[in-house]
Structures are given as structure tokens and as C-alpha cells.
């Protein structure tokens, strides 16, 4: 089932990763000034202030913090590596209701070297860790596969079945998936993985893979640009339940070298013509 065209930006989120040139403050008003409805924050964003004050800022703004970026990085080839990636994962949490975010996205992390299967178990080890303080301070954490191209460094969760089945063993209403079309758009058993998740599902992020790609992390798209059927897996994702954002999430060494307010526009354009 193909999703229905887009014809304003009630659900329109996007990160501040995506216009990463502009502070905090930049983003927010350029944001709401041009009808976004949703930010998700990431950490970096928020160094050197007060978070409470960040999610102030936010909300006088008229936007709703949709999540904060990134939480996990659990595996580690030494105890005291593990531990100090747990605390600092716990920290995040106390960030994250400060802020006023319901959602810390976890990329779940990986060691080169370290068999996948062990790299697993530590996080699953370690969002075990973290939750009891997530369900205390009302924060979820959604467990966002990354495209297999990252298992070796950035996340030995590949597959929306492994996401799915990690939330299944951990058994938590705290605990969800985050459906990224970059990540996941190749699967052949994406669209049964999606009615799988159901509402399990915790965020939606879209983009596009250009080809050729320049840059395996910084080359992404805007919707539009490349192979991904972001429209079609967005109607999968409805037809599952979930009724969230749709949060465009760039990571482009090409656009963030440009102006980002044309950038900002470009997103627009392609959020309405293309998802």
C-alpha cells in the first residue's frame, strides 16, 4: 500500500542534525517560521546550556519536541568501557525529561572485532541497564536498526527483524523501534517487519540514498533524489498504527557546505512533493 500525498507539515519534523550549520536557536525560529511542526534535538545541540531553558525555547516557538538524538553505544571490548556507556546513557535520560523529550533514539553501537552475537547481547544488556530509569522519568527508548554497512562501528542491530526481536525479549511498553527508510529500505521483509512492530513503532525518519553515493554517513538525499520508495513505506508504516511524525533526518557534507535556508526550502518542497 502506497501512503496518501502529503499536503501540509503538521507531521513535518526535522532534526537539527539536518541544518547541522545552525545553532539551536537559528533552527528553532527558522523552523516555526516556515511551518515545521516537530523538532528532534540532537545532543550536541544542547552543550554548554541549560536543557530546561533549550525546551522552553522550543516550546514558545510553537514546536513539539519529538525526541533527542542519540542515545546507546552499549558494546565495548572492556567492563569499564560498558559501564561508563550505561551511565552516560542514564545521563541522557535525565537530559531528555529536562528537555521535555518523550523519545531518546538509541543507535545501538558495535566494537570492530567484537563477534555481532556478543556485541548483541551487551546491548541488550545495557538498554536492561538504562530502563529502569527511562520507565521512571517517562522517556522511551526506540531501538533504531542500522543499515549493514555500519554493523562493524556503529550498530550491530542490522535488520528491523533484530530491532523486533530485541524489543521482544526485553518485553518493556518503554521500549520501541525507530523505522529509519536509509537503514532499512533494501529488507525484503520490511513491510511484514512493520506489522510486526505495529506500535512498537516510536519514530519514522525519512530521507534518500543518491547513486552513486559519495559518502557512505554524509551523502544522504532529500526525499526525491534517490532509489528509496519513502511514500510507499511511509503507507506501511500508517497502515501498522503508527500516526507520529515524519522526521527528515540529512546527513549531507554537499548541503551542509550550502545556504541552509535554501536548504530548508528544498526539504519542504520534497517533504510535500515526494513523501
Given amino acids: 500500500m502506497s501512503g496518501e500525498p502529503i499536503n501540509d ?10 541544518t547541522k550549520p545552525w ?17 528532534t534535538v540532537w545532543r550536541q545541540a ?3 546550556r541549560s536543557i530546561a531553558r533549550a525546551g522552553e525555547l ?8 519529538v525526541s533527542i538524538c542519540r542515545g546507546g553505544f552499549f558494546p565495548a571490548e572492556s567492563e569499564s568501557d560498558r559501564k561508563n556507556a550505561i551511565e552516560d546513557n542514564i545521563e541522557l535520560i535525565h537530559e531528555a525529561a529536562e528537555l521535555g523529550a518523550p523519545l531518546i533514539v538509541l543507535v545501538c553501537g558495535a566494537v570492530p572485532g567484537l563477534e555481532l552475537e556478543e556485541a548483541r547481547k551487551q546491548i541488550r544488556e545495557g538498554i536492561e541497564a ?12 526506540g ?15 542490522n535488520t528491523l527483524a533484530q530491532a523486533n526481536d530485541m524489543c521482544q525479549a526485553i518485553g518493556s511498553e518503554s521500549v520501541g523501534v525507530v523505522v529509519d527508510v536509509y537503514h532499512v529500505w533494501w529488507d525484503p521483509n ?9 506500535e512498537k513503532i516510536l519514530a519514522f525518519h525519512i530521507c534518500d540514498w543518491r547513486t552513486p553515493t559519495e559518502d557512505l554517513l554524509n551523502d544522504r538525499g532529500l526525499m526525491g533524489e534517490g532509489c528509496i520508495p519513502v511514500r510507499k513505506i ?26 541552509m535556508g535554501e536548504f530548508l526550502n528544498h526539504i519542504i518542497d520534497a517533504y510535500l512533493d515526494y513523501s
Fill in 23 to 39: 545553532g539551536l536557536e537559528e533552527a528553532v525560529s527558522r523552523y516555526a517560521e516556515a511551518g515545521v511542526s516537530g523538532i
Fill in 234 to 259: 511511509r503507507g506501511w508504516v500508517g497502515s501498522a498504527g503508527f500516526s507520529g511524525y515524519n522526521e527528515v533526518e540529512i546527513f549531507s557534507n554537499r548541503r551542509w557546505s550550502g545556504d
Fill in 46 to 48: 544542547l552543550e554548554g
Fill in 130 to 141: 538504562i530502563l529502569p530509569h527511562a520507565e521512571s522519568q517517562g522517556v522511551k527508548l
Fill in 190 to 198: 520490511l513491510m511484514d517487519e512493520i506489522n510486526r512492530a505495529g
Fill in 9 to 18: 507539515l503538521s507531521r513535518l519534523c526535522i532534526h537539527t542534525i539536518t
Fill in 143 to 157: 531501538i533504531e536498526p542500522l543499515h549493514p554497512m555500519y554493523a562493524d562501528s556503529r550498530s550491530a542491530i
Fill in 58 to 65: 522550543i516550546r514558545s516557538a510553537g514546536l513539539e519536541i
